[in-house]
C-alpha cells in the first residue's frame, strides 16, 4: 500500500513490477488465467490468502499499462547445477519420505504405495536462476501483464513421488487415489511427523493448468532443460 501511495506521487512513474505467486489461486483446479485474481476460490493457507489480497490491491491501484504481475511456482535449485540455498518445499518432502523409509525397511518390499493424490495435479515447479531471469527481463523490457513463471516441463505429482521414492531404493509403484479438500483438512489435523511440510499437503488435491505466457523471450527462459 505505501509503494503503491509513492507511486501516484512520482510524476514520472512508468513501471511496476509485483512479485505474486501461483499460490493465489488457493484451491481453483482448471485453467487458471493470468489475468485474474478472482476464481471464487477458497485458500488452504494464510500465505495463499494474503499474498491473493496483495495482488487483488495492487491490480486496483496501479493502471495496466504499467504493471507487470510475476506468479512463481514452487522455486527449487539452479538449473545447471541443481544447487539450493535452503531446504523447503519439495526438499522437505525428500527428506520426510528417506527419514520414512529408513524407519520402515519393509516398506521397500511392498509391491505399490497408495497416495491421495490427484493424477493430473501439476507441481509447479520453476528453478530460482530461471526466476531472478525472469524479473531482470522484465525490468528491461518493461513488461506487462501477469505470468506464471512456472516449468512448461513440470512433473505431476504422482510423477514427481515416483521419482523421488526411486531415487531413495524403494521401487514400489505409486498409485493415486483422489482425494477432495474435505479428506485434506482431516489429514492436517492428525498428528504427524512435524518434518512433513503440510503446505505441500495443498497440492496433492487440486489440479491447475496454469497458463502459458505469450511473451516469447519470457517463455525462452522458462523452457530451460534441467
Known amino acids: 500500500?505505501?509503494?503503491?501511495?509513492?507511486?501516484?506521487?512520482?510524476?514520472?512513474?512508468?513501471?511496476?513490477?509485483?512479485?505474486?505467486?501461483v499460490a493465489v489461486t488457493g484451491d481453483y483446479s482448471g485453467v487458471v488465467d493470468a489475468e485474474l485474481i478472482d476464481f471464487n476460490q477458497s485458500y488452504p493457507n494464510a500465505y495463499a490468502?494474503?499474498?491473493?489480497?496483495?495482488?487483488a490491491f495492487i491490480r486496483r491501484s496501479i493502471s495496466?499499462?504499467?504493471?507487470?504481475?510475476?506468479?512463481?511456482?514452487i522455486i527449487i535449485g539452479n538449473s545447471t547445477n541443481m544447487r539450493q540455498f535452503k531446504a523447503d518445499g519439495p526438499y522437505l518432502a525428500i527428506r520426510y519420505a528417506k527419514n520414512f523409509?529408513?524407519?520402515?525397511?519393509?516398506?521397500?518390499?511392498?509391491?505399490?504405495?497408495v497416495l491421495p493424490v490427484n493424477a493430473e495435479s501439476v507441481f509447479p515447479l520453476i528453478t530460482v536462476d530461471s526466476v531472478v531471469e525472469s524479473i531482470l527481463y522484465s525490468?528491461?523490457?518493461?513488461?506487462?501483464?501477469?505470468?506464471?513463471?512456472?516449468?512448461?516441463?513440470?512433473?505431476?505429482?504422482?510423477?514427481f513421488a515416483q521419482e523421488m521414492f526411486n531415487s531413495l531404493g524403494l521401487n514400489s509403484r505409486i498409485k493415486a487415489v483422489r482425494a477432495g479438500n474435505r479428506f485434506l483438512k482431516i489429514v492436517k489435523k492428525l498428528p504427524l511427523d512435524e518434518s512433513l511440510p503440510r503446505e505441500l499437503l495443498d497440492y496433492m488435491v487440486i489440479s491447475p493448468n496454469y497458463s502459458k505466457s505469450k511473451d516469447l523471450g519470457l517463455l525462452n527462459i522458462l523452457n530451460k532443460v534441467i
Open 1 to 21: 500500500m505505501n509503494l503503491a501511495s509513492l507511486c501516484r506521487k512520482i510524476s514520472n512513474f512508468q513501471h511496476f513490477i509485483h512479485i505474486s505467486t
Open 49 to 55: 490468502k494474503t499474498k491473493s489480497q496483495a495482488e
Open 64 to 73: 495496466k499499462d504499467m504493471l507487470c504481475i510475476l506468479r512463481p511456482g
Open 101 to 113: 523409509i529408513s524407519k520402515f525397511p519393509l516398506t521397500k518390499k511392498v509391491p505399490f504405495i
Open 139 to 159: 525490468v528491461e523490457k518493461k513488461l506487462l501483464g501477469c505470468h506464471h513463471l512456472v516449468m512448461p516441463t513440470a512433473p505431476t505429482i504422482l510423477e
